[in-house]
C-alpha cells in the first residue's frame, strides 16, 4: 500500500468504498488487472487496500472534482467487470 501526504494546494481528497459481488472465483481472476489499473492510474495522494475478509476495499485519492475521481473508478476493472456490489464516492476532508 503506497501512502502520500495530502498538502493544502493538491486537488480535492476522495474516498472511494467498496463490497464486492459474491462471485469470489471471478474476482481472483480480475485481482491482478485491478491491482494493476490503480498503480498504473497512480491518482495523486493513492492509498487503498482490501478489507482483511476480502469482502471489498478502500481507496483515498485526490482529484480536481467529483466527476475527474468518477471517471478514474469507472475505469477500475472490477467496475468494468460487474463485480461490484455497491460503492461509495465522497469528498473527504481532513483538517
Do not use: C
Amino acid at each position: 500500500m503506497k501512502v502520500n501526504t495530502h498538502s493544502q494546494d493538491s486537488a480535492n481528497l476522495f474516498v472511494y468504498f467498496y463490497f464486492n459481488r459474491n462471485d469470489p472465483e471471478k474476482i481472483r481472476q480480475i485481482v491482478p488487472a485491478h491491482i494493476k489499473y490503480w498503480k498504473t492510474a497512480n491518482p495523486k495522494d493513492y492509498s487503498g487496500g482490501p478489507f482483511r475478509d476480502r469482502t471489498g476495499g478502500l481507496i483515498s485519492f485526490a482529484a480536481s472534482n467529483l466527476e475527474e475521481a468518477t471517471k478514474i473508478i469507472l475505469n477500475d476493472p472490477f467496475i468494468q467487470e460487474d463485480l461490484i456490489e455497491q460503492k461509495w464516492i465522497k469528498e473527504w476532508i481532513l483538517d
